[in-house]
């Protein structure tokens, strides 16, 4: 499965949820997490997709760190059996 592939999966699940998942280009901030989750009930969620088994690059890790730093809940996902964890998480349930 590709990393394509993945992406497509969650946006799907998140349109199923109500959501919005915008694809992220952030100009002069490398590593930025690739989707912002959009969930109701002003639910927000930062998802870096990588394809299964792949790790975050280093300058992402750091991004996501930063994040978090922030308050900030940051996923990465590998796995499309991870999307439903995931998305429940961001809502809080």
Request: charged share 30%.
């Amino acid at each position: 499965m590709t990393e394509k592939q993945v992406e497509q999966k969650l946006v799907k699940a998140v349109k199923v949820c109500g959501g919005r998942c915008i694809k992220w280009v952030a100009p002069g901030w490398n590593g930025a997490p690739d989707r912002i989750v959009l969930l109701p009930g002003a639910r927000i969620g930062f998802v870096e997709v990588k394809r299964p088994g792949q790790k975050p690059r280093a300058i992402q890790a750091v991004r996501h760190r930063q994040l978090k730093e922030l308050g900030f809940d940051v996923f990465v996902l590998d796995e499309p059996e991870q999307i439903p964890g995931i998305l429940q998480q961001i809502r809080g349930d």
